[in-house]
């Protein structure tokens, strides 16, 4: 076992510590289905901003997985929807999570041709 290995439900029910969050909404009277992979596009944007800077990012569902209350505290408006959330601070030594799923060989999921 890992002696720095923290509780991961722990952790993420304290949003990974992150010390603050972005949210990310969408309009849904504008909503089309690109809107949501512009979202997503936007937040990997966001993400490697964030890096660029020397900040770590983590995009969650935990972030956004009460939206009630998150309404609560934030002034979003109803006619938005709120799409994604990224923690963003600085990187630490200790290890959240050490699951390492089994994957299939490449050449098994995927052919290129000439």
Not at 51 to 79: I, M, N, W
Not at 100 to 108: F, G, I, K, M, T
């Amino acid at each position: 076992m890992i002696e720095n290995r923290i509780n991961f439900g722990q952790i993420s029910n304290d949003l990974f510590n992150a010390p603050v969050v972005a949210f990310l909404f969408l309009t849904i009277e504008e909503f089309n289905p690109w809107s949501a992979y512009d979202l997503g596009a936007f937040g990997e944007n966001l993400m490697l901003a964030a890096s660029d800077a020397g900040l770590a990012s983590l995009p969650a569902f935990e972030f956004v997985k009460y939206p009630d209350t998150l309404r609560k505290y934030l002034p979003v408006p109803d006619k938005d929807l709120i799409g994604m959330g990224i923690g963003l601070g600085y990187a630490s030594d200790k290890k959240v999570n050490d699951f390492h799923s089994s994957r299939a060989p490449l050449d098994e999921m995927m052919k290129i041709s000439e």
